[in-house]
């Protein structure tokens, strides 16, 4: 089954006519879905307070204090979905990889991997390793009712890139000197993280999730061709694996401009664009059979009121004619922006395309 089949002879969830479950689907909505990227984080003086003092792996571990987060921007702003509260190295961390989140400077990692040696240390994830992503997803599902609860989780090119570098890297001459210099391990280093990405959006679905996004932060670092040859095959393969459970798969990246029709093809439902493409260009990039998500500058944000409304009138004007628009910033929320702003955002976005 597709995303974008009705399944039959099955009880129809809560959330399954909503409009943000809809719009993946590519069919009518009674107004444009609005989430954000990063919409429960440090923007929120209600998700400072409750993380003080806590660790952001191990906030990631604690059932009630996820839920809590992830419910804090739907009740805030009255976004059409929410996004389960994690990070994209939480599997990773629970198949036994020495790592932390470091304050400003994010995932780094003890060992890094450069060998075939190195490789062995990745095992396979198990549900039973996360525990508290079945526990919170629960929760969570109780709580939103029919609002759609997104999982998700890092695709396997950017965790590789985590991996081998040892933590974020601008140039990525690490991981890229081993896609060029042992083709077959970095194969064999992204396939497995195939798995392990697979098994872990797996377990947030049968718990609940009513649809999933890959985030590939980094791929845009990469030439068309290098994608194609070296990283679609691993991205594939996780929508492959999760393509029978039927809900919408998103796929996103940053800087992907010249890979759009590629993320397309990699499997994906919706494909998530930046703000550097305009979306009537981007649909025109994807083909047909995606809805698209995006696109508005979270720099946008800092702007007057007014600018910011031009700014997504734009997105909207761009998006007219597409069958399925899910209107998103073109990356995450900044930690800056005030909360009134995306709150006034989405009333704004839902006035301007009522139907």
């Known amino acids: 089954m597709s995303a974008n089949d009705r399944p039959v002879g099955q009880q129809q969830t809560a959330t399954y006519d909503s409009a943000f479950l809809r719009a993946c689907r590519r069919e009518p909505v009674p107004h ?19 993380r003080e003092g806590i660790a952001m792996l191990d906030s990631c571990m604690r059932p009630e204090l996820v839920t809590e987060i992830t419910l804090q921007p739907v009740r805030r702003h009255g976004v059409d979905a929410a996004i389960y509260f994690s990070d994209i190295v939480v599997p990773l961390k629970a198949i036994g990889v020495d790592l932390d989140i470091k304050p400003g400077i994010g995932p780094v990692v003890e060992n890094p991997i450069r060998s075939r040696a190195d490789l062995e240390r990745l095992r396979a994830l198990e549900p039973g390793d996360v525990p508290y992503v079945t526990e919170a997803i629960g929760m969570l599902t109780r709580e939103l009712g029919g609002t759609p609860l997104i999982g998700f989780a890092g695709a396997p090119f950017t965790l590789a890139s985590y991996l081998v570098e040892g933590g974020p890297s601008r140039n990525h001459e690490h991981t890229k000197a081993l896609m060029y210099g042992d083709p077959q391990l970095w194969a064999d280093l992204l396939d497995r993280l195939a798995d392990i990405t697979a098994a872990f959006l797996k377990v947030q679905i049968e718990a609940g999730a009513s649809a999933v996004q890959l985030f590939d932060s980094w791929v845009g670092a990469l030439a068309p ?42 499997g994906a439902d919706v494909v998530g664009v ?31 009121g007014e600018a910011v409304e031009a700014k997504a009138r734009e997105v909207l004007d761009a998006a007219a ?35």
Not at 284 to 301: C, F, I, S, Y
Request: proline content about 8%.
């Open 321 to 355: 004619g597409l069958e399925g628009h899910i209107f998103n910033l073109g990356h995450g929320v900044l930690p800056n922006t005030e909360p009134e702003a995306l709150t006034r955002l989405v009333e704004y976005v839902h006035a301007q395309t009522a139907r």
């Open 32 to 50: 444009t879905p609005v989430w954000f990227m990063r919409q429960a984080g440090r923007s929120l003086p209600e998700y400072r307070k409750v």
């Open 274 to 304: 930046d703000w550097r493409v305009p979306l009537d260009e981007a649909a025109r990039r994807v083909g047909p059979g995606k809805a698209l998500q995006g696109n508005l500058d979270p720099a946008v944000l800092f702007a007057p």
């Open 225 to 266: 061709a290098d994608y194609r040859r070296s990283v679609m095959p691993a991205s594939r393969k996780v929508f492959d694996a999760v393509a029978s459970y039927g809900v919408p798969r998103i796929h996103f990246g940053v800087g992907t401009g010249e890979l759009l029709g590629l993320l397309g093809e990699a």
